[in-house]
């Protein structure tokens, strides 16, 4: 077996100092951006390959519209809980 490089952590991107409004339905999977890179925040597109970070799966409980953290600092992933306001 090859040896393979270990996989340094990369710090996450501030995408935005503001959550995102998402309306999400009941039942379906959303997959939220935590490195800061994806083109379509808040969710992932796969720009975190090699950062070191994944994303964080959220199962939506209820239909609803929910606010996401925008940027990546929250203490309560995937959810804004206003970390944005003292960066």
Same mark, same amino acid.
């Given at each position: ?23 999400? $339905? ?6 939220? @951006?935590? *490195? ?5 925040? &808040? /969710? +992932? %597109? !796969?720009? =975190? ?11 939506? $409980? ?6 996401? @953290?925008? *940027? ?5 992933? &995937? /959810? +804004? %809980? !206003?970390? =944005?306001?003292?960066?």
């Amino acid at each position: 077996m090859a040896d393979q490089e270990p996989v340094t952590k990369t710090a996450a991107l501030i995408a935005q100092k503001a959550p995102y409004g998402v309306d999400v $339905e009941a039942g379906k999977t959303y997959y939220w @951006c935590a *490195c800061g890179r994806s083109a379509k925040q &808040p /969710f +992932c %597109d !796969g720009s =975190h390959k090699g950062t070191g970070i994944t994303p964080l799966a959220h199962q939506a $409980e209820k239909s609803a519209k929910v606010w996401m @953290c925008g *940027c990546k600092a929250t203490k309560t992933p &995937p /959810f +804004c %809980d !206003g970390t =944005h306001k003292s960066l």
